[in-house]
């Protein structure tokens, strides 16, 4: 099993940054892909942002490209989003994601779907 926690949502001005990580535990050796996903009120899930755990490549959505930047620490089992020039359409629960399946995507928005979630946490974009 891995576990996901979370942190460092918050409110923000439009063009403000924030910046979210993910701590994951258990085993997290079998991780191969990692990636965040959010949901805004009324909308379905969508991915943002996702990773292969190897070093094999980060892929965004094309509304976050340019402004968020996905990372991994291995040693300290961490992910990461760094959100710069946010907008009001960025506001939604922000949930970190990992996959143990040798065949999982880090590509966003593909229909797979992840096995181990986060709790999520809120960002807020105000105008």
């Known amino acids: 099993q891995v576990q996901l926690v979370e942190s460092g949502g918050g409110s923000v001005q439009a063009g403000g940054s924030l910046s979210l990580s993910c701590a994951a535990s258990g085993y997290t050796s079998r991780i191969y892909c990692m990636g965040w996903f959010r949901q805004a009120p009324g909308k379905e899930r969508e991915g943002v942002a996702g990773l292969y755990t190897d070093g094999g490549g980060t892929y965004y959505v094309d509304s976050v490209k340019g402004r968020f930047t996905i990372a991994h620490d291995k040693a300290k089992n961490t992910l990461t989003l760094q959100m710069n020039s946010l907008k009001p359409e960025d506001t939604a629960v922000y949930y970190c994601?990992?996959?143990?399946?040798?065949?999982?995507?880090?590509?966003?928005?593909?229909?797979?779907?992840?096995?181990?979630w986060g709790q999520g946490t809120q960002v807020t974009v105000s105008s």
């Open positions: 994601a990992a996959d143990s399946g040798y065949s999982c995507t880090a590509v966003p928005n593909t229909g797979y779907e992840y096995n181990y």
